[in-house]
């Protein structure tokens, strides 16, 4: 009898440029997992540092090493890996970052339990620099983490598991267009078709530092944001004045409004609501929830720099 390459459950993916400090303690909380039957594709995006030796002195079978010969950025990367991976599910990592033991257990356990979700990232323990930890809670309600879509990322990127096939079925990849925030596009694609939810278990260790792309490319992944937010409203088929376009900028991002802006804000808000309650897009609920609480922080802030 012919013996068949069984493909692994899960494939967890990894781009590194220039890690040095990190990789080791990365690459060891995958290794070591509980659960084993995963792939660990590791993309080497043309470090200079002593990553690339770092990574082929681990023997692990597991792994398969990439190495761009230019650096290509962190999620041409991941769609390499997207295309070439076997797994079951995707798992993201970051070379920074280090995963609970029993991560991949318990994301797998989860996924095979509730089918309904596409995608389910993780609570997680955030590192700084000083060694000092806290923690932070993501959304769970599929509905609730569709609206805030409108606003922000919703899940921390290197905690999520991923169905492959669903992926594959729609097409969807990281959109490069959206480079420093690409992450961030790549969910509300997703949310366009399935649903997305935050598994509430701390299973990541989220490492906050200078090298990392979240503090040395801020304001371009702002502006890549802002771009994200924007493009959504043609959901509600509106097309804003110049006013209500600033507007829904300073909500989103939580910016102060003038007396004049308070009352377009409102108006657009209630213009908002209304086109959702005949489309349907998102839950009114959660919806009228979400606007009201970004009107009462930008008036507040307001308030405290008056």
């Given at each position: 009898m012919r013996k068949k390459i069984k493909s692994p459950a899960i494939s967890v993916v990894m781009p590194v440029f220039n890690m040095e400090n990190y990789i080791s303690e990365a690459m060891e909380s995958i290794i070591n997992q509980t659960f084993v039957d995963f792939e660990f594709i590791i993309i080497d995006d043309a470090s200079t540092d002593n990553t690339k030796n770092i990574i082929d002195s681990y023997k692990d079978s597991r792994i398969l090493r990439i190495n761009n010969n230019i650096k290509k950025g962190n999620h041409i990367s991941r769609n390499l890996a997207l295309e070439i991976c076997k797994g079951k599910y995707v798992c993201m990592m970051d070379a920074d970052d280090i995963s609970c033991l029993d991560r991949l257990e318990k994301q797998y356990v989860f996924m095979e339990n509730n089918l309904k979700y596409a995608v389910a990232g993780t609570d997680i323990h955030i590192i700084f620099e000083n060694n000092f930890q806290t923690t932070f809670q993501y959304l769970r309600d599929e509905r609730e983490v569709k609206v805030h879509l409108l606003q922000d990322n919703v899940c921390s990127h290197p905690s999520l598991i991923l169905r492959k096939d669903f992926l594959h079925k729609y097409n969807i990849k990281y959109d490069e267009e959206y480079y420093y925030s690409a992450d961030y596009n790549l969910l509300l694609d997703i949310s366009k078709v399935g649903n997305i939810t935050n598994i509430p278990e701390f299973l990541l260790f989220y490492r906050?530092?200078?090298?990392?792309?979240?503090?040395?490319?801020?304001?371009?992944?702002?502006?890549?944001?802002?771009?994200?937010?924007?493009?959504?409203?043609?959901?509600?088929?509106?097309?804003?004045?110049?006013?209500?376009?600033?507007?829904?900028?300073?909500?989103?991002?939580?910016?102060?409004?003038?007396?004049?802006?308070?009352?377009?804000?409102?108006?657009?808000?209630?213009?908002?609501?209304?086109?959702?309650?005949?489309?349907?897009?998102?839950?009114?609920?959660?919806?009228?929830?979400?606007?009201?609480?970004?009107?009462?922080?930008?008036?507040?802030?307001?308030?405290?720099?008056?």
């Open positions: 906050k530092h200078p090298e990392q792309i979240s503090s040395k490319k801020l304001n371009y992944q702002k502006m890549y944001r802002n771009q994200i937010q924007l493009k959504q409203l043609s959901n509600f088929k509106v097309r804003p004045s110049i006013d209500e376009f600033n507007v829904h900028q300073h909500l989103m991002n939580e910016l102060p409004l003038s007396k004049r802006q308070l009352d377009i804000a409102e108006r657009w808000c209630n213009k908002l609501l209304t086109k959702n309650h005949k489309l349907k897009i998102y839950d009114q609920d959660y919806l009228y929830i979400f606007l009201r609480e970004c009107l009462l922080k930008t008036i507040h802030i307001a308030q405290y720099i008056t």
